[in-house]
């Protein structure tokens, strides 16, 4: 029988087959230790299967809702698609606002605004509560290689704020070469609302 609270991992011994590929990010990241192997019969309320952002998170939400949760990996935490390279907090989603507010209409689109801003929030508040070790850094930004670039940037800069995104910054030539260090640019977007993490 398993204590409320705790995560109890499969322990595998990592093999050359289950190393990452060579990569800054592997080279960079925080140990992530292996897990003792589940050998005896438990129960739990819950039993997630994956130990990525998506069954961590959810193994969150649900012990803090008061439940018993047992997370079982087949490898080691992170060894997926969330172990492999550093996360982008970018406030959006893979289509322009406008677009969608073309597809579900004025009122739906809204709530579309709101919700892009929940998954940076909510990783800022796991970060801060857990005190989990993974290098955020707040600001990103979306650089532009010539003026029409620029100017769709400019328009991106307006859409957001009307979603309630007042933590966006237009970049000239001098800022953004001060910020990557590289002339390439002509200028950009910081928004400060979106970071990086990596673990
Ligand atoms: C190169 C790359 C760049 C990306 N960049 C970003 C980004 O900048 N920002 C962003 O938000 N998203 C990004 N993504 C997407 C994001 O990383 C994924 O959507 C997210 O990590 C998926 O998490 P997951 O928990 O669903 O899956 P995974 O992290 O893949 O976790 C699945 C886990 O389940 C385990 N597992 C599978 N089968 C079993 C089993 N039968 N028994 C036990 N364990 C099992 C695996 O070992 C693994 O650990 C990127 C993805 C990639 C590949």
Not at 78 to 91: L, Y
Not at 106 to 111: G, S
Not at 116 to 131: C, L, P, Q, S, T
Not at 160 to 187: F, M, P
């Amino acid at each position: 029988m398993q204590e409320a609270g705790t995560i109890p991992m499969q322990q595998r011994t990592q093999t050359a087959s289950q190393a990452h590929a060579p990569s800054y990010y592997a080279a960079s990241a925080n140990p992530s230790p292996m897990r003792e192997v589940l050998k005896e019969d438990i129960t739990a309320d819950v039993c997630i299967v994956g130990a990525g952002y998506t069954g961590l998170s959810s193994a969150l939400h649900l012990l803090e809702a008061g439940f018993n949760v047992v997370v079982l990996e087949a490898a080691k935490v992170g060894w997926g698609a969330s172990g492999r390279n550093g996360g982008q907090i970018v406030n959006s989603f893979s289509r322009d606002i406008d677009v969608i507010e073309k597809t579900v209409g004025k009122q739906k689109v809204a709530l579309f605004g709101e919700m892009a801003f929940e998954g940076g929030k909510i990783i800022r508040e796991r970060v801060n509560k857990y005190g989990i070790e993974c290098d955020l850094k707040d600001g990103g930004i979306f650089a532009a290689l010539n003026k029409k670039q620029m100017q769709e940037l400019e328009h991106q800069k307006a859409l957001w704020e009307k979603y309630g995104n007042d933590h966006l910054e237009l970049l000239d030539a001098k800022d953004i070469q001060n910020a990557v260090a590289t002339e390439r640019y002509v200028g950009g977007l910081l928004d400060m609302s979106g970071g990086h993490i990596h673990h």
